[in-house]
């Protein structure tokens, strides 16, 4: 019934626009456009109704298949949307009978009739296939049509793509983004993957072992929130090679006996100010340069040569371990950090391989965690225990 309504109200926008309603000094109520004149019919804003009265006029002048399948209920408006500006990005060289052949194959999935299951493709994926709408006519056109599609927006998401970061004032951040297609299933993809690692491995043994430290394990955690600690471990693993190397680097500043004793705070060149600990933490990231100052600000260390394994250091690592050294934690040893394990490098323990462990960013933040304690077992294998 929604969907008949609004193809009878795009109906009567079409109508109007050819009737010229709005030039009607009677009826139209000097109103300066088609657009307007709906709006002051129907309570709305002229922007609104702008773009209803072009896709009415779409529908009542080019595509009857959908025109019929809307004002039947069959097709919801978003689906009419997708159908109607895929049509109108058709080749040139298509002829109407090529045209009217791949809107009815689009509007058949998008209904469903025809199929096996006999459900249609919502918006989303109907727009995914609206770019081989013309495969079932010519392939050919077909790819200069999903050509065209794809360039149109691609430039569109570059005109829309934008984030909005906004610092709450108690410790948090907020923030909106639109980005394009693509880099937003980058972002999805890899979310996914950090949010979703096998629970369950296997110890030396071939008995499963259950990682009790991972998100959501024991725990009330929402989607969103384990989301938006993925997205943390993420931006802790910005690019610190190449181009990109000198401007992700950040600089992070504290004493030399928070260092020690992992009391006091440390302070970023953005002026944020962390924990000792998570300093500490940080500092094993090839992106962060830690900066250790004495009693009377003297610079101690300055660098990262020393204090962080070399990338021959980590090839050797990942012969021994291809994932989290941790029992249970099967995150791939490409996204691990490695920790200095049986000596902390600012105890003077020394960055060699046998002072290298390969942990995961929530393993690597436990095991900077005072309430936790990294022990290695007589099998080899590393497990957390808590502190008592």
Known sequence: MESQATALRLALSAEAQA????????????A????????????????????????GELLATKYAVTREAFAAG????????????????APA????????????????????????????MN??????????????????????????????????????TYLSLHDNGDGTWSGRFRIP??????????????????????DNNGRPVVDETAPGIGESVSFPEVQGAALCELIEHLPSTGH????????VTMDLAGLLDGIGAARLESGVRVTAGEARRLACEAGLVPAVLGGRSEPLDLGRERRLHSTAQRRALSLVHDSCAVAG????????????????????????LGNGLPLCGHHHRRAHDPGWDLREHTSGEHRFHRRR
């Open 32 to 55: 300066t456009g088609t657009d307007a004149w709906l709006a002051g019919l129907l309570g709305s804003t002229r922007a609104s109704q702008a773009a209803g009265v072009r896709l």
């Open 181 to 202: 297609e693509l880099h937003g299933n980058l972002l999805d993809t890899v979310l996914g993957r950090l949010t979703s690692p096998r629970r369950v491995g296997r």
């Open 93 to 120: 060289r298509a002829t109407p009978e090529q045209l009217r052949a791949a809107e009815e194959v689009l509007v058949g999935k998008a209904t469903g009739e025809g199929t096996r299951s006999g459900r249609g």
């Open 244 to 251: 990109a190397g000198a401007t992700a680097s950040v600089l």
């Open 329 to 352: 934690c099967e995150r791939p040893f490409s996204w691990c950090e490695v920790h200095h394990h049986r000596l902390a490098w600012s105890q003077g323990g020394r960055t060699n």
């Open 19 to 30: 009737r010229r309603v709005a030039e009607d000094p009677v009826h139209g109520g000097a």
């Open 123 to 160: 918006a989303t994926r109907l727009r995914q296939a609206a770019r081989r709408m013309f495969d079932p006519v010519d392939p050919e056109l077909a790819d200069e049509h999903e050509q065209a599609m794809l360039t149109r927006e691609r430039k569109g998401a570059e005109v829309e």
């Open 74 to 89: 069959r097709l919801r408006a978003d689906q009419v949307r997708v159908i109607v500006n895929a049509a109108e990005q």
